[in-house]
């Protein structure tokens, strides 16, 4: 197996060659990166807490709870998002981060780091693989699905040559589609977050990809009618 190179290690995790040393360690002992929630995991199960949903996701489902607090405070809102995961990395801990924590909703946000091909290049069916192995866990687990739209991003700062926004609108008609089809939720942030030319509008993110405290603000209605749709079925 090639070593990841710093280079490649800087544009996976959006942060200096410098301080890859530890990044660089888990990809090669830890590449899902189990560990990262393996001891809330434990606790929540060892409580018997009761879980009402999951945030499966990278940076974006990540960032959430510090923007918007509030959305998170509610009891049973448990938040596992990942900066810079793909989606095989994703279904690797799903049955982990999701499925042992017995949640009523899971909430998939997932793709943008796919089309930026930060664990490698992805074609989009390889991307739709891993989000249907994902629904397929949580389904036979009677696990209710939301499938979250990819936010518009006209480019990634972290890897300026590719040109996201039309991979982007078809993966999400594909999700959208993949939703109806299998009886999960679709999420759609499109509506709220788009500029109408494939990005973000105007300061609901400072980098073109990471929702502002606006921007998670704009999503948070179309979240919270996800989950009672969802929960109602």
Partial sequence: MLRPTLLA????????????????????????????F??????????KAAVDIVFMGDSITQGWPKKQPAFFAPAGRVNRGIGGQTTPQMLLR????VIALKPRAVHIMAGTN?????TGPMTPAQTQANIM???????AHGIKV?????????????????APAERIQAMNQWLRNYAAEVGATYADYTSV??????????????DGVHPTADGYAAMIPVTEAAIKQALGR
Wanted: aromatic share 10%.
């Fill in 9 to 36: 290690l800087s544009l996976l995790f959006a942060i200096p060659a410098f301080a890859n040393s530890t990044s660089e360690e888990r990809l090669r002992t830890d590449w899902p990166w189990l560990a990262r």
């Fill in 38 to 47: 393996q001891e809330d995991n434990q606790r929540l199960v060892a409580e």
């Fill in 94 to 97: 799903f049955r982990q981060d």
């Fill in 114 to 118: 796919d089309i930026a091909g930060n």
């Fill in 133 to 139: 192995s994902m629904v397929e866990l949580a389904q």
């Fill in 146 to 162: 939301i499938l979250a739209s990819i936010p518009p991003a006209a480019a990634f700062p972290w890897r300026k040559e590719v």
């Fill in 193 to 206: 977050l788009d500029d109408g030319k494939g990005g973000m509008k105007q300061g609901f993110a400072d």
